[in-house]
Each structure stands twice: as structure tokens, then as C-alpha cells.
């Protein structure tokens, strides 16, 4: 049988462009204005050059038309407004060139990886490749985590890191977005795939091994995600299907929680951070966590100076860029791209949930389900983020979310035809 | 066997699902009138607020805000209480509480006692003589709160001594009657503690100070400015193409 060599490089280059976002350290390549590192990583270089052999491939081939993935008009509005707010604040010097252009450069970035993965797979055989590699690639991360519980030599910011990482929301948030998705696909599709129980109890293991990842990070607002999350996955599993031994699964999962969290906690000692929110389901404790060390300190601040710094904020913003930190997405997308691109912003996730919500409810392959409830669970894991940090703009967890986009968005449009 | 019709929605719905790069020389080339129009509105209304906007002189300060450094007891956790808190000097700057001024930008980055003041106004002389007032009061409000905070200490300091004096004479009355001594000296101890920890209070009082500035830049628009306004009309030119296009394309379709 004759090798399709462009189909192969295709699916190689998504293979390294998973490998690159899991295991890429970040490389400075300059300072902002604000004296702000500019970072590189490995899967930059390798997306503008897997991108760019992409084009020509294209051009050189003889076509003219090129398949329109879902979400490409809400992106393009998305990006258009943005780009627009930019110009308009560069023209007035209110924003800073570098600034503008290296933040929306990244945003660019990630919309890129989600075109490109869904444009490089043609078969659902490929995606599933893919998610293999990435249950590995997970483990392996894991791994390193385990490694520096028991050396205790810890590489994050308060506990352990990812590779190639060290802040404490990124790691968290990394680790975070992995167990959902490994985790949906666990409960939706590795469990009815005709295999020895062994082999899926080994696979459930790996796909829930990201959770230590979370715990070791140290991260409160991660910690109270991944509740949020497991709260979602088991509603969605109750709506979907009540089976018995998914059930059973998943409160194998829940006890399994118990003894790793204790594990992390004895082991790192900046976990016991995590332990000021634990009674969640009080409420009351992360309220006031979230009031005194974000809302008071902060976003109000923060909202209050917006407020006053600019006459044509409300609609197209102080461009993108523009806020340092402002622990809040919505705040942030409300100060650099105006009212209107706020509004966009929520009708570009409308779209992902819609999307996502359709394939779950009307898939009948256990894999698309899978993929949708993730998609689905993170998006809105993403949109409680947003209410304590800028999930959004965090490159490691966002590289790993359009990546799982492209690849959910692929196999639905695969499915339907 | 599908009919005619159906056949017909169904391309029409795989054309929908593609992008024709085609499509887009075509229109491209159809409304190059207005994508230039709107390029040359933008350059020449660039070069207009380049040569024609008046110079602004942009100046900042950082001040490091004073306060007493408290340690936690039982934690160990360090933190400051200030004489003011920054978000309400931040608060009370943007509304002008100091004088009358032009708007100020107040900046404190997160988890720092640091706080950086601007203000844009149209003389060089006039940035700095406000930044200056704007320090001037705020240094003198929270140094007169740091040395009332002293003197309150020394206060308590020497009253304190008095007490241990006044022990001192009560103990040398007790010994003269034979009495028991030890909750006295026991008074004296927890006496002395208290003034080790007002010393100890009174060192940790750290006074507010300028850290940098005032620091002031000239603000106009630089010859980038030209360039992003044709850039923006070239791109409202093309959004503009694009959208009469879709627009033209629904009209045909209802």
C-alpha cells in the first residue's frame, strides 16, 4: 500500500504540536514596555511553520476552496473587533505597539491551533491517535509531578509544576483541563471499548492520574474548578445516561480523590493554601476568599480606574493588551475590547456550547459524546474561572483547550458526514 | 432518487460550508473604490493629527506608602498596616481630593505597598509643579500620622515606666514589711515586655517616600501614528467590501 506522505506529515506535525504544548519550556526572547518577558515556546515556532507548509501546500495544490470549520464567523468577529480596537488605540497612542501586537499575536495563536488541528484531520481514526498520544503525554507530566511530591524537590510556584512550567494557575489550570477532557472520554468511550477490565481500569487511572497535578499545583481557584467540573461531568453523565457501572466509575473516581489529596498534602506543604476553601460546599469560605483577595483588592480597583481612564472604553475598549492583571476575564475583555466585543466574546462561547451540547445529546458514538462532554465541561469550567482569574489568555491551558476544540469540532463534522 | 430541488439545497449548503478564496480577489477587485477611499480618509486624517495635535507632557511618580509592619502571632504572617489604605489614596486621587488638578491615573501593583501616580497635562513645568503637590501632600499627611504614632508610643513608653517605678517603690515598701514580692516583680516583667514591644513597634514604622520621579515625557502623536490611521482605513475599507458583499449575497437570497 502506497504511503500518503502529506496525510502522514499532517498527523506527525499534530502529534509534535501536542508533544510541544505538554513538554515545551518557555524561552525569553525580549521585554514588553512593561517590562514583561516576551516568552517562546517550541510550539510557536513549530505552528508558524506547520501553518505556513499548510498554506502552500494549499496554494500550490490547485484549490481554491477550503472547508469552513464551525465557529468561523464568531472568531472572525471576535478577532476583527479586536483588531479593530487596536488600531483605533495605536492611532490615538493610548496602547502600546509591542503590547497590542504581541498579546494579539498569541490570541491569534490559539484560534491558529484550533484551524489547524481541525483542518489536519480527515479521519476520526486520527483524532483518536491523538488523544492516545495526549492520555500519554498527560502521564508522563503526571510522572514528573509524582517525582517531585516524593524527592520534594518542587519546581512551582507554591507546589509542584508541570514541565516546562512554573506558575501556579497554569500548571493547575493545564492539569485541570486534561482531567476533563481524559476523564469524559474515559467515562463516555475507553469504558465500552471491547477490552479487558485491566486494560480500563488502567486507562481510567491514567485518565484521572491529571487530577494529583491539580492537587500538587497548590492553586485555590483550580481547586474550586476542579469541584465545579466533577460537579458538571456527573450532571451531564446523570442527563445523558444512568448506567450502572458508569455510575460505579465515577464514585471509584470521587474515593480515589480522597487518598491523593491527603497524599499531596502531607508531602507539599504549600497545599495547605488549598485547605482555606475546602469547606466548599459551605460556600462561605470561598466567597470570602474570592471578596478579600480578588474582588476588594482588585477587580473594583481595577473597574473604578476603567472607568475613568478613557471616553470610548464602553464600546471598543483600551485594545488588547492594555490591563496588566485585572483577575477577572470579563473585566479585562470589558476594558480592552469595549461593550461590543464583550457581547462577541459571549456569542463566540454560545456557539462552542451549542456545538458541544449537540454533539453530546446527539451523538451516538461514544467517542464524539466524549469529546462534547469535555468541551462542553471545560467551556464552562473556563466561564467560572472567569470570574477569578483571566483563564482565557493563560497560554499552557489554553494551547491544550483549542487543541481539544479542534479535535471535538473535527470529529462531530466527521460524524455528520 | 433525490429531486432536483434537493440536490439544489444541498450544494447550496455545502457552499455555505466553504470559503472560496476566489470570493475573495473578487470582491477585492469589485469594491476597490471604497477600500481605497477609506485608506486615504485614514491616511490623510493621520497625517492631519500628526502635524495639527498639540504636544501633552505625560509625568509619574512611585511612592512607596509607610505603615507599621505587624507579624501574626500565631502565623507568622507578615503585613502592613498603612496610614492609608492604597486603594483609598488611589480612590481619593482620581476623584481629587488633594486639589484641583487634572485627572490622575493611579496604578498599585498587586500584593506591593508601591503606588504610581500620573497625570497628563499640556506644560512641561505644569506636570511636574502638580506631581510635586500631590507628593508634597501626601507625604506630609502620612508623616504627620507616622510621628503622632511615635509620639503616642513614647507616651506609652514613659507612662509604662512609671508604673515599673511606682512597682519599684511598692517592692521596696514590701521587703521593708516582710511581705511577698513575686507578683510585683511578675507586674514588672509583663511591664518591661509591653515597652520591648512598643520599641519594637516604634522600629517598625517605616515612613512613606518617593521612590522615583517625577519623571515627565513628552506625549504627541509619533509618525506611527500616520501609518495605524491608514491601516485602520484600509481595514474599515475592506470590513466595509466584505459586509456590502454579504449584504448583496442575502438581498439575492430573500
Known amino acids: ?173 493545564f492539569f485541570l483541563l486534561l482531567l476533563i477532557f481524559l476523564f469524559n472520554l474515559f467515562l463516555y468511550y475507553f469504558l465500552r471499548l471491547n477490552i479487558s477490565i485491566p486494560q480500563k481500569a488502567g486507562l481510567g487511572v491514567l485518565s484521572f492520574a491529571p487530577i494529583l497535578g491539580v492537587f500538587g499545583s ?55 493554601r488549598v485547605k482555606e476553601i475546602i469547606p466548599i460546599f459551605s460556600f462561605k469560605p470561598l466567597w470570602e476568599s474570592y471578596l478579600n483577595s480578588r474582588f476588594y483588592d482588585v477587580i473594583k480597583p481595577t473597574f473604578e480606574a476603567s472607568l475613568e481612564s478613557s471616553a470610548h472604553l464602553p464600546f471598543l475598549g483600551m485594545g488588547i493588551g492594555y490591563v496588566g492583571e485585572a483577575h477577572n476575564q470579563y473585566l479585562r475583555n470589558f476594558i480592552e475590547v469595549g461593550f461590543i466585543n464583550s457581547l462577541m466574546f459571549f456569542i463566540l462561547i454560545l456557539a462552542i456550547v451549542r456545538r458541544s451540547w449537540q454533539g453530546f445529546s446527539k451523538s451516538r458514538d461514544g467517542f464524539a459524546v466524549g469529546l462534547s462532554a469535555g468541551l462542553l465541561t471545560t467551556t464552562l469550567t473556563l466561564l467560572f474561572l472567569s470570574f477569578a482569574v483571566e483563564p482565557f489568555i493563560v497560554v499552557k491551558p489554553m494551547s491544550v483547550y483549542w487543541f481539544f476544540t479542534g479535535i471535538t469540532m473535527a470529529v462531530l463534522s466527521l460524524n455528520k458526514k | 432518487m433525490p429531486s432536483d430541488t434537493d440536490n439544489l439545497k444541498e450544494s447550496s449548503e455545502n457552499q455555505l460550508k466553504e470559503i472560496d478564496l476566489l470570493d475573495f480577489i473578487r470582491i477585492i477587485k469589485k469594491r476597490k473604490k471604497i477600500i481605497l477611499g477609506l485608506f486615504l480618509i485614514g491616511l490623510i486624517t493621520g497625517i492631519l493629527w500628526y502635524f495639527l495635535t498639540p504636544s501633552s507632557y505625560q ?38 481630593a488633594y486639589g484641583d488638578y487634572p485627572k490622575v491615573e493611579v496604578i498599585n501593583p498587586s500584593s506591593t505597598n508601591f503606588i504610581e501616580i500620573s497625570i497628563v497635562t499640556e ?78 513597634e516604634k522600629t517598625n514604622i517605616s515612613m512613606t517616600e518617593t521612590i522615583k520621579g517625577p519623571d515627565v515625557t513628552e506625549k504627541r502623536p509619533n509618525y506611527l501614528t500616520i501609518f495605524f490611521a491608514a491601516t485602520l482605513g484600509l481595514y474599515i475599507g475592506l470590513t466595509l467590501a466584505f459586509f456590502i458583499d454579504w449584504l448583496g449575497k442575502m438581498e439575492k437570497r430573500l
Not at chain 1, 14 to 33: D, H, K
Not at chain 1, 159 to 172: D, L, S, Y
Not at chain 1, 240 to 255: S, Y
Not at chain 2, 133 to 160: F, G, M, P, V, Y
Open chain 1, 1 to 173: 500500500m502506497a504511503i500518503n506522505y502529506k496525510e502522514t506529515f499532517k498527523i506527525l506535525s499534530l502529534i509534535l504540536l501536542a508533544g510541544a504544548i505538554a513538554f515545551s519550556p518557555s524561552f525569553s526572547a525580549g521585554t514588553l514596555s512593561n517590562e514583561k518577558i516576551i516568552e517562546i515556546r517550541v510550539e510557536d515556532i513549530l505552528i508558524f511553520v506547520f501553518g505556513f507548509l499548510l498554506i502552500i501546500s494549499f496554494l500550490t495544490s490547485g484549490k481554491t476552496k477550503v472547508e469552513r470549520p464551525p465557529l468561523f464567523f464568531p472568531i472572525l468577529i471576535w478577532l476583527g473587533i479586536g483588531l479593530l480596537s487596536i488600531l483605533i488605540n495605536w492611532a490615538f497612542s493610548n496602547l502600546s505597539v509591542d503590547k497590542g501586537f504581541f498579546y494579539f499575536l498569541k490570541e491569534l495563536q490559539f484560534f491558529i491551533f484550533y484551524f489547524y488541528v481541525f483542518w489536519c484531520i480527515k479521519k476520526i481514526d486520527t483524532a483518536k491517535l491523538l488523544v492516545n498520544f495526549w492520555l500519554f503525554f498527560a502521564s508522563i507530566n503526571v510522572l514528573y509531578v509524582f517525582y517531585q511530591i516524593v524527592s520534594g524537590l518542587r519546581h512551582g510556584e507554591y507546589g509542584t509544576a508541570a514541565i516546562g512550567e512554573w506558575g501556579v494557575f497554569p500548571t493547575g489550570s
Open chain 1, 218 to 272: 497548590a492553586s485555590k481557584t483550580n481547586f474550586a474548578a476542579l469541584i465545579f467540573a466533577l460537579f458538571l461531568t456527573f450532571l451531564f453523565l446523570f442527563l445523558r445516561k444512568l448506567d450502572f457501572k458508569v455510575i460505579l466509575v465515577f464514585i471509584l473516581a470521587i474515593v480515589f480523590m480522597i487518598p491523593t489529596f491527603s497524599f499531596v498534602l502531607k508531602n507539599v506543604p504549600d497545599v495547605i
Open chain 2, 59 to 96: 509625568g509619574t511618580i512611585i511612592l512607596k506608602i509607610g505603615g507599621i509592619d505587624r507579624i501574626a502571632e500565631a502565623t507568622g504572617k507578615k503585613s502592613i498596616e498603612y496610614f492609608e489604605n492604597i486603594n483609598e489614596i488611589a480612590e481619593r486621587l482620581r476623584k481629587g
Open chain 2, 123 to 200: 506644560g512641561r513645568d505644569k506636570t511636574i509643579t502638580v506631581l510635586e503637590k500631590i507628593k508634597t501632600d501626601i507625604l506630609s499627611i502620612h508623616n504627620q500620622k507616622a510621628n503622632e504614632k511615635k509620639e503616642a508610643i513614647d507616651q506609652e513608653i514613659s507612662s509604662l515606666k512609671n508604673t515599673i517605678e511606682s512597682f519599684q517603690r511598692d517592692i521596696s515598701y514590701a521587703l521593708s514589711q516582710k511581705e511577698q514580692i513575686t507578683p510585683l516583680k511578675l507586674e514588672i516583667y509583663k511591664t518591661e515586655k509591653l515597652i520591648n514591644d512598643l520599641e519594637k
